[in-house]
């Protein structure tokens, strides 16, 4: 059964409702906002359906008239006639559209018998269906191959009879006859010997095989005794400092900490001066650079008529038109290690929001793709809401507790090194951080941050090894509670996301604590895999909570991003997934090198 049929426009208002024009009841909950909030403005309306509760969801555009249709119904019933129902209230509607009008009682009628139709197709469709599944005829399993070797066999039988003395023939004793017609002279043909194995004149020759191995060790013997004589005496090189961008540089690489006489550590305090972190520096973007335009498809025609019909285009957008400039719009994508599977939605997104739409008067199509798809990525990769990190540390000291961050991630990534960034960073705004060691499984884990902290001259809070995560958080977070500290940075050990004792253990840390931030921390490196790893670390999360509302992925820190060049699609395709924000960027070695997502530099790489 349907529940709702709703049509409004893009502006977000409403022309016609059936609950309220057949005097239904309303939904519960609001599945239509989730919608818009969830596919509609984060560019995933190119799905299928989409589901909330116990209702699911499809929908279709007007894109010309700024119009969206959206069904409701029941997600345990399979109805088979909405997709036809919402392409003939599309059609019929849009004949009686008018801007300016804003009652349509008069189409309640008209959606009465729209509903009616497309029922009855449906149900003359499944009813031919049945009649042609029982009307074919039912071939056993046990009777099939008989039959297919029957069929064989007369084939070959056939051929034989067909081909009669012109194939070659196996006598009793396994030797081989030629064509008949050959001379009984001819070279070419020799006799079998009496095991019946036909004579080969490139058969395998033991003799000839070691007579070349005994050639092939005098050659390198020969070779070797030369290599000794004219080998030059060189010393062994020292290996050499590394240079960067082609200018030396004569900073200190070695940051161990020296010692003194009797063995010591002399702590030398050299993060404090490493200067402003780059997160206050404002990243300006060029606008010099010049967009390379989307080819259109290959050109088969002549310069005037391809000129001509670049410019003007069609007079309404068909799905055909749109498919050779989004197939170079994702090919591009791709190259820029934005994962296939976003990649291909995107581009059925933007094709989605522009099926229909009239072409202006000398508008390429391909511009007006690659307009659409900036505007696509722009609202994807801007947050949906705002994370002012330094604002809510301010607002939780004010309430008198710190501000807890949970870092989270795979192996490997660079999570204890970039929270020793944002620490860095954070104490540059005279706030104090305390360090929680909760990577109680890795060896080696709490040493690096225990020398993070060191350096940084900050507390840190550990227990060792072995030690259950959650306990170890909880402790800390009350430890810098009784020390008046203003934010707990809290390091965990890296996990598979198919792990499934380790997905246990953290989410048991993250419901004990209800930390303020849970922040995933992933390579810029990562191509498709970035899917698989936020996907399934959200379900995880969400699966083993032990609350109803589980806590997900609050923001992404991206690491390693100073080695991709302008392979920045693992930016887009974490965000498209989680729809989480990217707050940090980890571009470097150093403490400072840690700055904020520029999304319109990002947008213009993409599309470069």
């Known amino acids: 059964m349907l529940e709702e049929l709703l049509i409004f426009t893009r502006g977000g208002l409403i022309l016609w409702s059936s609950c309220r024009a057949l005097g239904a009841a309303a939904l519960k909950g609001s599945p239509i906002d989730a919608l818009i909030r969830s596919c509609l403005l984060e560019e995933r309306s190119a799905d299928a359906s989409f589901s909330q509760d116990n209702y699911a969801l499809?929908?279709?555009?007007?894109?010309?008239?700024?119009?969206?249709?959206?069904?409701?119904?029941?997600?345990?019933?399979?109805?088979?006639?909405?997709?036809?129902?919402?392409?003939?209230?599309?059609?019929?509607?849009s004949q009686i559209y008018d801007p300016k009008r804003t009652n349509y009682d008069d189409f309640t009628d008209i959606f009465r018998q729209l509903?009616?139709?497309?029922?009855?197709?449906?149900?003359?469709?499944?009813?031919?269906?049945?009649?042609?599944?029982?009307?074919?005829p039912?071939?056993?399993?046990?009777?099939?191959?008989?039959?297919?070797?029957?069929?064989?066999?007369?084939?070959?039988?056939?051929?034989?009879?067909?081909?009669?003395?012109?194939?070659?023939?196996?006598?009793?004793?396994?030797?081989?006859?030629?064509?008949?017609?050959?001379?009984?002279?001819?070279?070419?043909?020799?006799?079998?010997?009496?095991?019946?194995?036909?004579?080969?004149?490139?058969?395998?020759?033991?003799?000839?095989?070691?007579?070349?191995?005994?050639?092939?060790?005098?050659?390198?013997?020969?070779?070797?005794?030369?290599?000794?004589?004219?080998?030059?005496?060189?010393?062994?090189?020292?290996?050499?400092?590394?240079?960067?961008?082609?200018?030396?540089?004569?900073?200190?690489?070695?940051?161990?900490?020296?010692?003194?006489?009797?063995?010591?550590?002399?702590?030398?305090?050299?993060?404090?001066?490493?200067?402003?972190?780059?997160?206050?520096?404002?990243d300006n973007l060029s606008s010099d650079s010049e967009e390379e335009e989307v080819e259109d498809g290959p050109k088969k025609k002549g310069w005037f008529s391809s000129m001509f019909q670049s410019i003007a285009g069609n007079n309404?957008?068909?799905?055909?038109?749109?498919?050779?400039?989004?197939?170079?719009?994702?090919?591009?994508?791709?190259?820029?290690?934005?994962?296939?599977?976003?990649?291909?939605?995107?581009?059925?997104?933007?094709?989605?929001s522009l099926e229909g739409k009239k072409l202006g008067s000398f508008t390429r199509i391909s511009s007006t793709v690659q307009t659409a798809m900036e505007e696509a990525l722009l609202r994807i990769l801007t947050p949906r809401r705002s994370i002012d990190i330094l604002r809510d540390v301010h607002a939780a000291k004010e309430r008198g507790r710190p501000y807890v961050i949970v870092f989270v991630g795979v192996n490997g990534v660079g999570k204890s090194t970039n929270l020793a960034k944002v620490a860095y960073w954070l104490l540059q705004h005279n706030l104090t951080v305390t360090l929680a060691a909760c990577d109680t499984f890795r060896s080696g884990a709490v040493e690096q941050l225990r020398t993070h902290a060191r350096r940084l001259q900050i507390p840190?809070?550990?227990?060792?090894?072995?030690?259950?995560?959650?306990?170890?958080?909880?402790e800390a977070i009350q430890e810098a509670s009784r020390n008046k500290s203003d934010v707990v940075l809290v390091d965990t050990a890296g996990r598979m996301q198919d792990n499934e004792p380790l997905m246990r253990a953290l989410s048991k840390l993250i419901n004990l604590n209800s930390p303020d931030l849970v922040l995933f921390v992933g390579e810029a490196l990562v191509g498709n895999d970035a899917v698989d790893q936020l996907t399934k670390f959200n379900q995880k999360l969400a699966d083993l909570s032990a609350v109803p509302t589980a806590r997900l992925i609050d923001g992404i820190l991206l690491t390693k991003f100073d080695t991709i060049d302008d392979k920045v699609g693992a930016a887009l395709s974490m965000v498209y997934i989680s729809g989480a924000p990217v707050m940090f960027v980890g571009c470097g070695q150093s403490y400072t090198d840690l700055k904020k997502l520029n999304v319109k530099s990002i947008v213009k790489t993409l599309l470069k």
């Open 115 to 136: 509903h009616l139709e497309a029922q009855a197709r449906a149900e003359d469709m499944k009813s031919k269906q049945a009649i042609s599944s029982r009307t074919l």
């Open 316 to 352: 309404v957008l068909e799905k055909s038109d749109l498919q050779p400039a989004l197939k170079a719009l994702k090919d591009r994508l791709m190259t820029k290690n934005v994962a296939e599977e976003i990649a291909e939605k995107l581009c059925e997104s933007v094709a989605a």
């Open 138 to 282: 039912a071939v056993s399993h046990k009777t099939a191959p008989k039959a297919r070797g029957a069929a064989a066999r007369a084939t070959s039988k056939g051929k034989d009879d067909s081909d009669g003395d012109s194939e070659h023939h196996a006598l009793a004793n396994g030797t081989f006859t030629g064509h008949q017609s050959a001379a009984p002279n001819d070279s070419s043909l020799v006799k079998g010997k009496e095991n019946g194995v036909p004579k080969d004149n490139g058969a395998f020759n033991v003799t000839k095989l070691q007579r070349l191995r005994k050639n092939d060790r005098k050659n390198t013997g020969a070779d070797n005794a030369t290599k000794k004589l004219t080998k030059p005496d060189t010393k062994k090189k020292g290996k050499q400092d590394r240079v960067w961008d082609d200018k030396p540089s004569n900073k200190k690489l070695d940051f161990t900490d020296p010692a003194d006489e009797r063995g010591d550590e002399v702590t030398e305090h050299v993060a404090l001066n490493q200067g402003e972190s780059m997160m206050d520096k404002d």
């Open 460 to 474: 840190i809070f550990e227990k060792g090894y072995e030690k259950d995560p959650a306990v170890v958080a909880r």
């Open 58 to 93: 499809k929908w279709t555009f007007h894109n010309d008239l700024g119009l969206v249709f959206v069904a409701v119904y029941q997600k345990i019933l399979h109805l088979l006639y909405v997709d036809d129902l919402l392409a003939a209230v599309r059609k019929d509607f």
